[in-house]
């Protein structure tokens, strides 16, 4: 037993601050985040892996309410072989993918049809699939029936030019989050009634959640030294 003890647990090691600290070890410049390793990237932004959308239709049964939602769907719709591109059960979740010029029609049915009653649009969202899709923005619905307590995802692809019908008119509460995918994303919602950027001020240039948007925009100047946008900042020792 060490002398230091008095009879209870034993002391192994002394305290202090000399043991190594993560406060006091200075991290590697040759360790980014996300895994990057020996490079210097210290962001570890060049290391990231963009996952490819899923390009399938997903078999038949899909499981759960799935299927009533799809079969609903399609005996209320007329339109229906023409509309829908595909459908996608990926992580527990029903998604259809719509043509864009079908989008409001489909969440009309949507809302309105007693066996599907999917009377909110819950989020608005935009994706960009820079170099995976020639479509490069998708746009998600997220939809939620508070009567039969269900939930469908619904999705659109557009270039990066591209245009998607406004669903104001079905979903008033896609207002705001319309805007919010223009704003972030550049999509143009034809039809929304005050099409205007909600986050960023009105005369900036460029949309912040594109691939090819610059990470970390303007770089800052600190007491002589500029400090440039983190996928550009590099360690050399």
């Known amino acids: 037993m060490d002398p230091r003890s008095d009879g209870g647990v034993p002391v192994t090691q002394a305290g202090g601050a000399n ?17 990057m390793k020996g490079s210097g990237d210290v962001s570890g932004f060049g290391g990231l892996v963009r996952r490819r959308p ?9 499981g759960g309410y799935f299927d009533e939602v799809h079969d609903a769907l399609e005996e209320a ?28 029609e489909v969440c009309q049915v949507m809302r309105d ?32 029936s508070m009567t039969y307590r269900r939930r469908v995802r619904l999705e659109v692809a557009v270039a990066a030019d591209g245009h998607v019908p406004s669903v104001t008119s079905v979903y008033p509460t896609a207002d705001w989050q319309e805007r919010e995918t223009y704003d972030m994303f550049g999509v143009i919602f034809t039809g929304h009634p005050n099409l205007t950027r909600i986050l960023m001020p009105d005369d900036w240039e460029g949309f912040p959640q594109r691939k090819d948007y610059p990470l970390g925009g303007v770089p800052v100047e600190y007491k002589g030294a500029e400090i440039p946008p983190p996928d550009q900042r590099r360690v050399y020792q």
Do not use: W
Not at 20 to 35: C, E, L, N, V
Not at 77 to 82: E, L, V
Not at 113 to 138: I, K, P
């Open 19 to 35: 043991l190594g600290a993560p406060a006091q070890t200075p991290p590697s410049p040759d360790k980014g985040m996300f895994g």
């Open 54 to 62: 899923t390009t399938a239709d997903s078999p038949r049964p899909f």
């Open 77 to 104: 719709y007329p339109g229906f072989a023409d509309a829908i591109e595909k459908v996608v059960v990926d992580r527990g979740e029903l998604t259809l993918h719509i043509k864009p010029e079908k989008i409001v």
């Open 113 to 144: 049809d007693e066996s599907l009653r999917f009377e909110l649009c819950s989020s608005v969202s935009g994706v960009d699939y820079l170099g995976a899709d020639a479509r490069r923005l998708h746009v998600a619905y997220h939809l939620m």
